[in-house]
């Protein structure tokens, strides 16, 4: 009489194959959830970005020194950002309460970003910063504090 050979595996090769399998899953599960919850941070690193681009842009999109017959605009009153026509009007602007537009309406959803530190205009030339009038350009540092931390973009006007 011949004896038929057994096929198949062990018991212990089971357990031993479903622990090395479970091993594994859990190492690439982890890392896939580590991927994931931080797939937002760029998102809102582009949105404290975009945020001091913008601004950076209304102010270098304004006048180099005040127009004739211009009013005097003190910086962080209630509605001075419509009347801002030069540079030199967002020196010292600040933030504390989220981003506004223009006519000073919070932005919706931008309530946990700030300007700060305050925007700084200064002589470009870095000469005599103290007297803006006398300036030949200037240099525009804008500051948006969010979520990860402080976003710093300079631009620079330089007079026509």
């Known amino acids: 009489m011949s004896s038929a050979r057994q096929r198949g595996f062990t018991l212990i090769e089971v357990i031993i194959f479903i622990v090395v399998v ?8 982890s890392v896939f959830t580590t991927s994931v919850k931080s797939s937002a941070d760029p998102m809102v690193r582009k949105q404290t970005i975009a945020i001091a681009e913008s601004l950076l842009e209304e102010i270098l999109q304004k006048e180099f020194v005040k127009p004739a017959g211009s009013t005097s605009v003190v910086c962080c ?84």
Request: overall charge negative; hydrophobic content about 50%.
């Open 77 to 160: 009153a209630a509605g001075w950002r419509a009347l801002a026509d030069a540079v030199s009007d967002y020196n010292g602007y600040t933030t504390t309460a989220g981003i506004t537009d223009a006519t000073g309406a919070a932005t919706p959803g931008l309530t946990i970003y700030n300007i700060a530190p305050a925007v700084v205009v200064a002589n470009a030339t870095g000469a005599d910063n103290a007297n803006l009038v006398t300036a030949a350009a200037f240099k525009v540092t804008v500051s948006v504090t969010g979520p990860q931390g402080v976003i710093t973009l300079v631009g620079y006007r330089a007079a026509p």
């Open 22 to 29: 479970g091993a594994g899953l859990a190492g690439i599960l």
